[in-house]
C-alpha cells in the first residue's frame, strides 16, 4: 500500500536513541514523507545525534531528551511540542521500551519484573496520556509495539515480565482505540518476532530470522497515514 506524503504533519517518535535500531528507521520512514520529526529519547547525545541526521537529509527535525516514566518531564515535552505545532499531533508512535533476557517466575527478582514494566508499559501509558490532547487536535494515531510474545501461542516460557508488559500494552492500545474512537483518535499495536536491529544481531542467534526494520518503518507509517482508513484497535504480527 502506497503511503501518502505527510507534508506539514507532526510526528512524535519515543525511544529513537541509538543507531542502528528500530526508531531510527521509523524517524527516517517519516521524515521521507515530508513529516515533521519529534523524536524522544533519555539519553540527550543519541537523541539529538539522530535528529541531526535527519536536519542533513533536509528534513526538520528536533530532539527532547526525556524519561518516559516521568510524568512532569513528558509534561514538559509537551509544552514544547505544542508551542510549534498549532494543528496537534499527527502520529504517536511509543517505540520505547526494551527487553532483558528473563529466568523463571519463580526465580525473577521483583526488580527485574518491575523494570520489564516500566520501560515497556508504563513508559506508553504515560506517553499516550500526555500527548492525547494535541493528537485529539489533529484526529491523528497512535502506534504501540508490543511483541509476538504477547499473542496467542507466543514463547513466554523464562520471559515472563517482558510478556506480561507487552500483553498489557495490548490492552492498553485497545482501550484507547475503544475510548478514544469519538475524538478521532485512532490506535494500533504492531507484534513483531526478533527485528534486525545492532543489538539484536549482536546477542541472538547466527539462524536467528529477523524483520526487517524497513518493514516495520512501512507498517508505522501506514498505520498512522490516511491510508488505513479506519483501521483502529488491531494488533498486527510481523514475522
Known sequence: MKVPRMDGRVAVITGVGRSGQVGESVAGAFASLGARCVLVDRTPAEVSARAAELQTRGATATAHACDLTDAAALNAVVREVSATAPDGVHALVCLAGGFAPGSPVADTPPEAWQRMFAINLTTAYLTTRAFIPLLRKSRGAIVYFASAAALPGGKVSGMAAYSAAKTGVVTLMRAVAAEERSHGVRANALAPT????????????????????????????????????PVNGQVVMLG
Not at 202 to 222: G, H, I, L, N, P
Open 194 to 229: 526478533a527485528i534486525r536491529t545492532a543489538a539484536n544481531l549482536a546477542s541472538m542467534d547466527a539462524d536467528t530470522v529477523y524483520v526487517e526494520r524497513e518493514t516495520v518503518a512501512d507498517w508505522v507509517t501506514m498505520l498512522c497515514s490516511d491510508a488505513s482508513g
